[in-house]
């Protein structure tokens, strides 16, 4: 199945990810599905869809057409099963909770033709794990997607063993297709890019902690200093300091590297409520 077999495409979760990659589908010819199970949740990122497409017309980017015909392409579903049922590709969006991930593809097995392609994004956990809960494994891969998914350039094809070539060629050409730069990377925790950044993150934080630095400055040099279009502790109040403790606390437990232990400074400020931009409050005030 290569990209121009891939018509229909389900996004399940319309969150930050999940919106963004609908956008991105749509933009790019696809008809795409919405589905999220929180009440509302599909229509706000509908709006939100809307939203960044109005500003690519007012910067030039694309025209009123392209965003006119971009949002005929998505619909809001109110049930799984109706977003799920007809897709070529299903992408999954939810919360980064493998518990959660492979009971909902357990469901999507079900739900989807037989055909269709079970992409999830995470950002670190397992995709084999994800995959067993299927009777499909050769048709499981992971599609990560970065922040803001419009904007950013780069996509991680996440591949397992059990993945087929077919299925990994048809990923590659859909990333294509989303106007992505993909990378293929193994199936390891942390893949290449969570692993990376949350190291360069931690380091960061342990460096607040020890007073080396303010959190602007250090955020600065990697900026001005290595050409980062943003710093690492900003990016973490984007990301959420809750989300970011979890995959540290993953990553220490799988990789057993000292470099990935959280640092007490984010726990406390987790503790705290202090998850950065959602809350309010981070390493900066939002």
Not at 262 to 267: A, N, S, T, V
Request: proline content about 3%.
């Amino acid at each position: 199945m290569g990209s121009m077999d891939i018509r229909r495409v389900a996004v399940i979760g319309a969150g930050t990810m999940g919106h963004g990659i609908a956008h991105v589908a749509a933009q790019a010819g696809m008809d795409v599905a919405l589905f999220d199970s929180f009440d509302g949740a599909a229509g706000k990122g509908l709006s939100k869809i809307r939203e960044n497409l109005e500003k690519g017309v007012a910067r030039g980017k694309l025209s009123g057409t392209d965003r006119d015909s971009a949002l005929a392409r998505i619909r809001v579903e109110t049930s799984m099963d109706a977003a799920a049922c007809e897709a070529d590709l299903v992408i999954e969006a939810v919360v980064e909770s493998l518990g959660v991930k492979t009971a909902l593809f357990a469901e999507l097995d079900r739900l989807t033709p037989s055909t269709a392609i079970l992409a999830t994004n995470t950002s670190s956990l397992s995709v084999s794990s994800i995959a067993a809960a299927t009777s499909r494994a050769d048709r499981v891969i992971g599609m990560h997607f970065f922040n803001p998914v419009h904007i950013m350039k780069l996509l991680e094809i996440v591949v397992h063993d059990a993945v087929s070539d077919a299925t990994r060629a048809a990923a590659l050409d859909v990333a294509r297709a989303f106007g992505k730069e993909p990378i293929v990377v193994r199936d390891v925790p942390g893949f290449a890019s969570s692993r990376l950044g949350i190291c360069i993150g931690l380091e960061a934080m342990r460096m607040v902690e020890q007073n080396v630095a303010s959190a602007e400055d250090i955020d600065k040099a990697m900026e001005l200093g290595y050409n980062h279009p943003m710093g690492p502790l900003r990016l973490t109040d984007l990301v959420g300091l809750d989300v970011r403790l979890s995959i540290a606390e993953y990553l220490h437990r799988e990789l057993g590297a000292e470099s990935f232990r959280p640092p007490e400074i984010l726990k406390r400020m987790v503790a705290d409520g202090k998850l950065g931009k959602k809350s309010g409050q981070g390493f900066y005030t939002w």
